[in-house]
Nanobody, 125 residues
């Protein structure tokens, strides 16, 4: 599986962005999908994860109520709608796919099997 993330950019605080992650292959619905981010000088952190059928969704506390993860299995794509962006959301955002569950992705990013190349989100104050 190859993952291609897009949609990042430079926005002001309070603005919105929608990230997309397109996956190659015919087995997209076999994977839980997730978003992670890494800010300069910081470790990678979990942002959101969604199960194969979107029946289970998880968010980091820092983005809960502002970000929404969704997936379109017919289009092999996972999305991250980011609203009310804050300067502390500035980071490179990575999408990931896992044969494990979305809950396991949240708990252990090392269980992710595939990673996208990352897309930079910069939020100015």
């Amino acid at each position: 599986v190859q993952l291609q993330a897009s949609g990042g950019g430079l926005v002001q605080a309070g603005d919105s962005l929608r990230l997309s992650c397109a996956a190659s292959g015919r087995t997209f619905n076999s994977y839980a999908m997730g978003w992670f981010r890494q800010a300069p000088g910081k470790e990678r952190e979990f942002v959101a994860a969604i199960s194969r059928t979107a029946g289970h969704i998880y968010y980091a506390d820092s983005v809960k109520g502002r970000f929404t993860i969704s997936r379109d299995n017919a289009k092999n794509t996972v999305f991250l709608q980011m609203n009310s962006l804050k300067p502390e959301d500035t980071a490179v955002y990575y999408c990931a796919a896992s044969t494990f569950t979305a809950a396991i992705m949240r708990a252990d990013p090392d269980r992710c099997d595939y990673w996208g190349q990352g897309t930079l989100v910069t939020v100015s104050s």
